[in-house]
C-alpha cells in the first residue's frame, strides 16, 4: 500500500535516484542470447518427458547458492534459490488473440450484473441535472471562502482555486443551454461502435479516429451505477482487447469536501484490505471463476512488481492456467518499436483488481476490474516437454545478470556508491514466444523467471537510509531504504534462449 510515508521518502529519493527501466533490453554478447535456432523445435517433436513417480517423501529443496560481481564492480549479485517444484507435465501450447466479440462481452457482463438493467453509454445530462451541479459547485466554492482564511492558503493559491470553481461554473452553464429537458435511456445493444460515437453533451470534443471499436454500458447494482467497456483492435499494426469495469465516470460535480470523504473512505478500505490480502486474493478468484472463462491463478508478488512496479498490496493480478501450468506475468506486449504507441503486436493475457479501489459495498467487492488481451489455445506441440537441468538455467541466468550495468538495476548512477542485487525467486510457468512466419499465432513454453531485488548502496555497500515523513512532511523518526524488485532474466527452458518478453524471443 501507498502510504503518504512511502511516497514522501520517494520524492526525497528522487533527488537522488531517477525513474526505474521499464523494458528488458536484449543483451548484446550472443552466446547469451543465441536462440539456439533449430533447439527449440527439435525439442517440440520429442515425445517429451514422463512425470517421475511420486516419492513417498517430499525432499528437501536443493538450495543454490552464489556471489557475483555483475557489469560494473559496484554492483555485487547475490543468489540464494531453491529449484522449483516442476508439474507433472510441462505443456507447449500454440495461442492466438480470441476475439472479443459482442457476445463474449455481454456473456461476461451479465455474470457480473446479473439480472440488472444495461443501458447504452451517454455522457449526455438533462437540465435538471446540470442545474443542481452547478448548485452544488456554488455551494463548494461558497463553503471553501468561509474556511479559506483558516487553513492558511496564499492568495496566489487562493486566485487560482476561485478561478477554477467558477470556471467550472461557467462550463456547465454553458452546457445547460443546450442540455435536452430530459435523457432517454436505452438498453445496451451490444454492437461495436467507434470510441466518438459515445461522446456527447460536455464530453463532446472530437479525436481522431484511432481504429479502437468500444461497447460502453451503464448497469446499476444495488445503487451503484458501473460503466462497462468492451474495447477491440486487431489491426496488423495494433493490437488490443480490453473489457473493463469501475465507477461511473461522468460526474458534473466536483464538490471538494465530498471528494475528500470519497477519499478518506478509500483509504480505509484500502488498509483495511492490506490487513487480509489472502481474503482480498480469494475474492478476486471467486469472481473470475464466476465468469466461467477458464481456469487462473494469483500472480506471485515478485512477479507484480517486477513487471509492473506495483506494490503487491495495491492490486491483484490473475493469470490464466493452461494445462495445469499458470502463465507467469510479465506487463506489456511484443513492442519492436517502443517508441510508437501504435506497434505492440498483442499484449499478454491477464486480470487485474486495483486493491486501493477495493469495496465492501460494491456488488462484487471491487470498484475496478480490467481483462486484457484474452488468448485461445489452437493446439497442444507437446503434452510434456522435456527441459533443461536447473543447473545449466542458472549458467545461463547468471552469464545473463553479469551484463547488467545499473542503467538496467537502478536507472541514473549519480549519487549511487553501489548496488546489491538479491535473487531470491525463481518462477517455472509458461512464458509467450514468436512463432516463425506466423503473424497471428505464439507458443506458450516452459521458462524460468529470475527477479532480483536492488538496494542502493553506499561505497561501503551498506545501504543508503532515509528518513520517513508524515502527511505534514516532518520526520517520524522511521527509517527506510531504497529497494526495487524487477524481472533479471526470463529463460526458455527448453532451449536455454533468453527471452526478452518486449519483443517475445
Not at 442545474?131 to 463548494?140: F, N, R, S, T, Y
Not at 469495469?245 to 478500505?269: F, H, L, P
Not at 476490474?369 to 489455445?377: G, L, R, S
Request: net charge negative; with cysteine; charged share 25%.
Amino acid at each position: 500500500m501507498k502510504t503518504m510515508k512511502k511516497l514522501a521518502a520517494a520524492a526525497l529519493l528522487g533527488a537522488i535516484l531517477l525513474t526505474l527501466c521499464g523494458c528488458q533490453s536484449t543483451p548484446e554478447t550472443g552466446a547469451v542470447i543465441s536462440k539456439n535456432d533449430g533447439a527449440f523445435e527439435a525439442a517440440l517433436e520429442g515425445e517429451g518427458t514422463a512425470p517421475a513417480p511420486a516419492a513417498e517423501t517430499t525432499p528437501e529443496p536443493k538450495m543454490y547458492e552464489d556471489t557475483f560481481t555483475g557489469a560494473a564492480e559496484n554492483i555485487r549479485f547475490h543468489v540464494a534459490v531453491a529449484e522449483p517444484d516442476r508439474p507433472a507435465a510441462l505443456p507447449v501450447l500454440q495461442v492466438r488473440p480470441r476475439e472479443l466479440t459482442p457476445e463474449l462481452a455481454e456473456s461476461i457482463a451479465r455474470a457480473m450484473f446479473g439480472d440488472a438493467d444495461i443501458y447504452e453509454y451517454t455522457s449526455q445530462f438533462s437540465k435538471a441535472e446540470i442545474e443542481q451541479a452547478i448548485l452544488d459547485v456554488k455551494q463548494a466554492l461558497f463553503d471553501w471562502e468561509g474556511r479559506v482564511a483558516s487553513e492558511g492558503v496564499d492568495q496566489e493559491d487562493q486566485d487560482l482555486i476561485r478561478a477554477d470553481y467558477n470556471d467550472r461554473i461557467a462550463r456547465l452553464e454553458a452546457e445547460y443551454e443546450t442540455a435536452p429537458e430530459t435523457v432517454e435511456q436505452e438498453l445496451c445493444r451490444w454492437e461495436y461502435y467507434p470510441e466518438n460515437h459515445y461522446r456527447t453533451g460536455a464530453d463532446a470534443s472530437i479525436r481522431e479516429d484511432n481504429g479502437h471499436r468500444t461497447i460502453q454500458c451503464l448497469a446499476q447494482v444495488d445503487g451503484t451505477t458501473y460503466k462497462y467497456e468492451a474495447m477491440s483492435r486487431l489491426g496488423e499494426d495494433y493490437k488490443v482487447q480490453r473489457i473493463s469495469v469501475g465507477g461511473d465516470d461522468r460526474g458534473i460535480t466536483t464538490n471538494a469536501d465530498i471528494a475528500a470523504a470519497q477519499q478518506a473512505a478509500q483509504q480505509e478500505r484500502a488498509e483495511a484490505a492490506e490487513a487480509d490480502m489472502d481474503a482480498v486474493r480469494a475474492r478476486a478468484l471467486e469472481l473470475v471463476r464466476s465468469l466461467d472463462i477458464g481456469q487462473w491463478a494469483v500472480a506471485s508478488d515478485e512477479a507484480v512488481t517486477g513487471s509492473d512496479y506495483a506494490e503487491p498490496s495495491d492490486l491483484v493480478i490473475l493469470t490464466p492456467v493452461y494445462n495445469g501450468v499458470p502463465l507467469t506475468f510479465h506487463s506489456g506486449g511484443f513492442n519492436p518499436k517502443s517508441s510508437d504507441a501504435y506497434a505492440t503486436t498483442y499484449g499478454y493475457e491477464y486480470i487485474k483488481f486495483d486493491v486501493s479501489e477495493l469495496s465492501d459495498e460494491s456488488a462484487f467487492g471491487f470498484d475496478g476490474f480490467t481483462y486484457e488481451c484474452m488468448h485461445q489455445v489452437v493446439g497442444t506441440v507437446n503434452e510434456n516437454v522435456e527441459i533443461l537441468p536447473f543447473d545449466r538455467i542458472l549458467e545461463i541466468a547468471e552469464a545473463q545478470m553479469k551484463m547488467m550495468g545499473e542503467d538496467k538495476l537502478l536507472m541514473g548512477s549519480e549519487g549511487i556508491g553501489s548496488v546489491m542485487a538479491e535473487v531470491t525467486k525463481v518462477e517455472l510457468g509458461l512464458s509467450r514466444i514468436r512463432m516463425k512466419d506466423n503473424a497471428t499465432d505464439y507458443y506458450l513454453t516452459p521458462t524460468y523467471t529470475f527477479y532480483v531485488t536492488t538496494t542502493a548502496c553506499d561505497e561501503t555497500g551498506q545501504p543508503y537510509v532515509f528518513p520517513v515523513y508524515d502527511d505534514a512532511g516532518n520526520e517520524t523518526g522511521e527509517q527506510t531504504t531504497y529497494t526495487v524488485t524487477r524481472e533479471a532474466a526470463v529463460i526458455n527452458a527448453v532451449d536455454g534462449s533468453v527471452i526478452d518478453t518486449r519483443l517475445g524471443y
